[in-house]
């Protein structure tokens, strides 16, 4: 998405450690125009697809998944992460490793709110290790539903998460994909 | 708003200690096309008050804000919860005490997206004991900005949060308020 790539290279920044910020538009503020033309990107990606339902992740996922949902006249559900144990029988539930954070969360949707009959896509706003996606990908196995396809607005491409899941046969398709970065310059994926 | 009570009296579970599960519409499942329809009472509310920014606090805020943001073609801020106690310079930082959770934390926003030229408005999904909303007034205050008002959602009317703010002269206005529930019945604020 070229409007999507612009936007990284006029408002983002390549930090230490591989962080790219784009708290201007994506994680902190909400560039919610922009959002509604990423919403009609993923609209236009899955059109002819049947999609039932969209998931996602709290809390940055939230808002490109409600942008979505807006244009496509889809529910979202978002897996809550929870830090506890206490994971209770009446919810879907994964491990997930943070490499940012170096430590594991659950996340977790109740029953209620996936079932075998959906068609789901997985929306997020960063993928990166694609640890998150694969917690997402489990959820909607333990349900019985199928995940028709996985978008992130921003794919590292350089930390190899969206290529392994992608070589295991799942339809990863990121907005914008980077391949490389420094503080000078920022590479999409053609 | 007439059908965001209908909505609750329809999907919402009142459960003991006051608590009032809408995970189906606005918690952990989102109706997206429902929450355009508060969006848009949103915007019919503020139209004429010249608001710049929205502001809401992570997770489930974000969904409404980034709905009236839509409507309203405005941005969204939207304040990270922290449990740490480290809060470096360049953010704005209240501390919030949680009553569900019986402890405290901080929620912070970058200096960046505030300014002290914004006229805000403050979205959250539920308004109960008003903390949350309280830290977020303290935030756009320490921004030298200006509330032009706060709407949620859902107003627990009868936990007084809504009214202690009113009676500080802060505009308040709920989609829905609810003075009294019992898991036989709910009702509603004239």
């Given amino acids: 998405m070229l409007s999507l790539e612009q936007k990284i290279v006029r408002e983002g920044t390549v930090l230490e450690g591989d962080v790219l910020k784009v708290g201007s538009f994506l994680n902190q503020q909400l560039d919610v125009d922009f959002l509604m033309e990423m919403g009609n990107e993923i609209a236009r990606i899955y059109s002819g ?16 998944a409600v942008a979505a949902g807006a244009i496509m006249h889809l529910p979202v559900v978002f897996a809550k992460k929870n830090k506890s144990s206490n994971i209770s029988s009446d919810v879907y539930s994964a491990n997930v490793h943070s490499y940012t954070h170096n430590k594991d969360y659950d996340i977790v949707v109740a029953k209620d709110y996936i079932n075998a009959d959906d068609k789901i896509v997985i929306i997020d706003d960063f993928l990166a290790n ?6 997402l990908i489990e959820i909607v196995g333990q349900a ?5 396809g996985c978008t992130c607005a921003i794919e590292k491409g350089f930390q190899g998460g969206g290529d392994r899941l992608r070589a295991q046969g799942i339809r990863v ?3 914008a994909v980077i391949d490389k970065m420094s503080p000078d310059s920022i ?4």
Same sequence: chains 1, 2.
């Fill in 49 to 64: 697809d049947n999609v039932t339902k969209l998931l996602t992740v709290e809390s940055s996922g939230i808002a490109v």
């Fill in 130 to 135: 694609g640890k998150a996606l694969e917690g």
């Fill in 144 to 148: 019985g539903a199928t995940v028709i």
């Fill in 173 to 175: 398709e990121s907005l």
């Fill in 187 to 190: 590479e999409f994926r053609k």
